[in-house]
């Protein structure tokens, strides 16, 4: 799905601030799981042994291998939409659909830009594996579309396990 950004409001910095630390903090939790300490962390994608986190960025991936096999030019991850993704692959566990749990349009959560037009891919898979979520993502006319819009420079991918199915959300901007 696209939005262009005249139709959206704008979040509020208090309210960025907690997208921000609710996925920085997950991604700790996870690392503490993992290690038995909560290890400083420069970027919120370091930790690799996050299952979640090492499918979101092999996702990533694929997508700009199918945009260089397409002539397109890739994508470059974007801090800002890995926060709103992390959030929106959340929220796609509560209310599966592009309109957020609050009844608004999934790009009211969009922090950073100023982007003059955002999109969102969502996928629900049973179990954590890029490849899947993205063969059939490529198998929607509509989300290998967003994949493959050529003006979208910057893009974010979140993938958020919950009661035996794993959601991925990818945010797009330029």
Same mark, same amino acid.
């Given at each position: 799905?696209?939005? *262009?950004?005249? !139709? ?7 309210? !960025? ?12 939790? !996870?690392?503490? $799981? ?10 919120? $994608?370091?930790?690799? *042994? ?18 260089? /096999?397409?002539?397109? $030019?890739?994508?470059?991850?974007? #801090?800002?939409?890995? !926060? ?7 929220? =796609? ?5 592009? $309109?957020?749990? /609050?009844?608004?349009?999934? =790009? ?21 594996? #890029? ?13 290998? /579309?967003?994949?493959?819009? +050529? ?6 991918? +979140? #993938? ?8 991925? #959300? ?5």
């Amino acid at each position: 799905m696209r939005i *262009n950004k005249l !139709a959206i409001g704008f979040l509020s910095l208090s309210t !960025a601030f907690l997208l921000t630390m609710s996925c920085v903090m997950d991604n700790m939790i !996870a690392a503490e $799981t993992q290690t038995g300490t909560v290890q400083e962390q420069k970027d919120d $994608t370091e930790d690799l *042994n996050n299952p979640e986190l090492a499918s979101s960025l092999e996702l990533f991936q694929f997508m700009n291998k199918a945009r260089e /096999d397409a002539g397109i $030019t890739p994508l470059e991850w974007d #801090a800002n939409l890995y !926060a709103v993704a992390c959030l929106r692959s959340q929220e =796609a566990s509560v209310c599966w659909s592009h $309109t957020r749990p /609050d009844s608004t349009i999934f =790009a009211t959560a969009f922090i950073g830009g100023p982007w003059k037009e955002m999109g969102e891919n969502l996928s629900r898979v049973n179990r954590i594996d #890029a490849q899947f979520a993205f063969d059939g993502l490529m198998g929607s006319p509509s989300h290998k /579309d967003n994949i493959l819009y +050529a003006p979208w420079k910057y893009a974010a991918v +979140a #993938a958020y396990w919950c009661n035996g199915e794993c959601f991925y #959300a990818t945010e797009f901007g330029y």
